[in-house]
């Protein structure tokens, strides 16, 4: 059973443009939110997190949306750019029963901003 | 300072054969990660060391994979008889504090194909 979904496998857009990143999740105690951005042959590096408790986080040109009645979120790049084609995965964090806690990823969608 | 680095980058065995894979975490992180990426699905969840205690193991597959951490500092991930759904990529990650919104820093991966 996948807690983390990302629906859209890949996302197109022009230069300039806005990109917004969907993300849905199933269990209601997560109670962390995060997005990683994968370049091709590297590992995911943290971009822009979010705690269960606000509803918005705004780093540069990336705001991350949460909407915890939906349990949805998202992330919105402006303006996008060239570089900024990457994968980017989804991720939520609860405490485990071990006392750990775990993350949980999304299977990733694929940006390409085209110049 | 060096990240979390991985080794192999790349491994081809056949069906029935062992393979370890090292991570070297960030120097003084307690806390390491391994996930597995399948075919472009999603960053699945394998174990948790705290130091040199295995936390979380509760996404390893089944008995064929073994991870061991012997003094806290870098993990191997063994796989012994590799199936050839044991394909994929293998992140490994650290962090240094154990709260919800720690960021963890991945590693380039390894790509274990299994033929």
């Known amino acids: 059973d996948q807690q983390v979904k990302q629906n859209s496998p890949s996302l197109s857009v022009q230069e300039g443009r806005i990109s917004i990143l969907n993300c849905d999740y199933t269990?209601?105690?997560?109670?962390?939110f995060l997005w990683y951005k994968k370049y091709p042959a590297e590992g995911p590096t943290f971009l822009i997190s979010i705690s269960s408790i606000k509803d918005k986080n705004e780093d540069g040109r990336f705001t991350v949306f949460l909407n915890k009645s939906a349990k949805h979120l998202s992330l919105h790049i402006v303006p996008s750019q060239p570089g900024d084609s990457a994968v980017y995965f989804c991720a939520a964090s609860a405490f485990g029963r071990t006392g750990g806690f775990k993350t949980i990823f999304g299977a990733g969608t694929r940006l390409f901003v085209k110049a | 300072e060096a990240g979390v680095t991985q080794f192999p980058s790349h491994s081809v065995i056949e069906k029935g054969q062992t393979v370890t894979l090292r991570c070297d975490p960030i120097s003084g992180h307690d806390n390491l990660y391994w996930y597995r990426r399948v075919m472009g699905k999603e960053i699945k969840f394998l174990l948790h060391f705290v130091k040199e205690s295995k936390q979380d193991e509760s996404g390893m597959p089944n008995n064929r994979f073994l991870a061991e951490r012997t003094g806290g500092t870098y993990s191997t991930l063994k796989v012994q008889p590799a199936e050839l759904e044991d394909s994929g990529v293998y992140f490994c990650?650290?962090?240094?504090?154990?709260?919800?919104?720690?960021?963890?820093?991945f590693g380039q991966g390894t790509r274990l194909t299994v033929v």
């Open positions: 990650a650290s962090s240094q504090e154990r709260q919800l919104n720690t960021e963890a820093f």
């Open positions: 269990n209601s105690m997560f109670d962390y």
